[in-house]
T-cell receptor, first 114, second 107 residues
């Protein structure tokens, strides 16, 4: 079965650079979530999209932005990167239309800011 | 979303049942209880969810108290591969992770 695909798997950037993370949800899923997980921490909710519209916003820094495109894939754009942005970034997708939704997570993108 | 409280860590012997508790005393009537687990930096994995009735699937059972203020996730025969951090989440819409329980299954 198709799973959530995230790219790239690993990304190394310098401070003050920009980064773009991509997420391809499971086919027919209408909702995408982004999470940030620092070393030894629990996943922190950043932002979600339902049917290409922003659904909810968590602890996403103003330097970050995201969107969901017409094909339902999503991108997380990160600018002015800081050392503290080094983390594992997970994307999850779900089908919210049925009411009770289960999230399916990708394998994550490991971002290292040097 | 309602806040949940879970013990930070638990141990379980391989082959025995693992019972993971979760308190959610401020849960509202339309909030579901979800359980996910995360195995060592992999993406979290859905386990089970319920509203007020007990639920069972191929992975686990979920027991929700009648007042819905707490629940227990039961892994009936824990294996070493069940070692993970388990998260209990109550929600209506979006999924926010709190501090879960680190379950260690020992031989």
């Amino acid at each position: 079965a198709a799973g959530v695909i995230q790219s790239p798997r690993h990304l190394i950037k310098e401070k003050r650079e920009t980064a773009t993370l991509k997420c391809y949800p499971i086919p027919r899923h209408d909702t995408v979530y982004w999470y940030q997980q620092g070393p030894g921490q629990d996943p922190q909710f950043l932002i979600s999209f339902y049917e290409k519209m922003q659904s909810d916003k968590g602890s996403i820094p103003d330097r970050f932005s995201a969107q969901q495109f017409s094909d339902y894939h999503s991108e997380l754009n990160m600018s002015s990167l800081e050392l503290g942005d080094s983390a594992l970034y997970f994307c999850a997708s779900s089908y919210r239309g049925g009411g009770q939704e289960k999230l399916f997570f990708g394998s994550g993108t490991q971002l290292s800011v040097l | 979303d309602a806040k949940t409280t879970q013990p930070p860590s638990m141990d379980c012997a391989e082959g025995r049942a693992a019972n993971l508790p979760c308190n959610h005393s401020t849960i509202s009537g339309n909030e579901y209880v979800y359980w996910y687990r995360q195995i060592h930096s992999q993406g979290p994995q859905y386990i089970i969810h319920g509203l007020k009735n007990n639920e069972t699937n191929e992975m686990a059972s979920l027991i929700i108290t009648e007042d819905r203020k707490s629940s227990t996730l039961i892994l009936p025969h824990a294996t070493l591969r069940d070692t993970a951090v388990y998260y209990c989440i109550v929600r209506v819409v979006d999924m926010r992770f709190g501090a879960g329980t680190r379950l260690t299954v020992k031989p």
